[in-house]
């Protein structure tokens, strides 16, 4: 059974920067798991913010970005505001033809 | 603008099977995979499954004994349904577009509560 991980909780200061990571249970995520990222607030749902890794999705803030750090997936928020306080999940798309989402983190910005 | 709706009953009782409908407006069936996904009350989302618009389909390992995905290309429609229900299965439903090639969800509906309960 193949398990995603993420960081259940993370804090940022208004203008400041965040990194969340996305890991695999055995293995490094490669480009080649089509990384990608998504936005949820409470009702609401989720946005897509990332895909293919690096690729933002239409109108999404330069502020975020996703790359590969080490042998995790990553989504980073330069300059952090109060709006971007949400849930964010990673989604990993398996060589099997199955897609697996993370636990998600929820991101406080105070 | 691509526009989805999922439509069906909101509650379902213990034993019985779920059935939701997703409704594509505002773009082309084809070409596409089309996916569900749900959200347990508080919890995180999980993928359900896929099926390509030519009828293909990928499903969760853990659900895949009781989940059927089928697609209507005529009416622009694709289904999902779960077999023998437990209150485990009260979620938010969701379903969405997903791209070829790079496997991301672009377009979401805004989801539907199906609660199990007698």
């Known amino acids: 059974q193949t398990v995603v991980t993420q960081e259940p909780s993370f804090s940022v200061s208004p203008g400041g920067t965040v990194t969340l990571t996305c890991a695999l249970s055995?293995?490094?995520?490669?480009?080649?798991?089509?990384p990608s990222w998504y936005q949820q607030t409470p009702g609401q749902a989720p946005r897509t913010l990332i895909y293919?890794?690096?690729t933002r999705s239409s109108g999404v803030p330069d502020r975020f970005s996703g790359s590969i750090l080490g042998n995790k997936a990553a989504l980073t928020i330069t300059g952090a505001q109060a709006d971007d306080e949400s849930d964010y999940y990673c989604?990993?798309?398996?060589?099997?033809?199955?897609?697996?989402f993370g636990g998600g983190t929820k991101l406080t910005v105070l | 603008q691509v526009q989805l709706q999922e439509s069906g009953p909101g509650l379902v009782k213990p034993s019985e099977t779920l059935s939701l409908t997703c409704t594509v407006s505002g773009g082309s069936i084809s070409v596409y995979y089309w996916s569900w996904i749900r959200q347990p009350p508080g919890k995180g989302l999980e993928w359900i499954g896929y099926i390509y618009y030519r009828g293909s389909t990928n499903y969760n390992p853990s659900l895949k004994s009781r989940v059927t995905i089928s697609v209507d290309t005529s009416k622009s429609q694709f289904s999902l349904k779960l077999s023998s229900v437990t209150a485990a299965d009260t979620a938010v439903y969701y379903c969405a577009r997903v791209v070829p090639h790079s496997y991301h969800f672009d377009y979401w509906g805004q989801g539907t509560l199906v609660t199990v309960s007698s």
């Open positions: 989604v990993l798309y398996m060589a099997s033809g199955i897609s697996v």
């Open positions: 055995s293995g490094s995520v490669s480009t080649s798991y089509y």
């Open positions: 293919s890794t690096n």
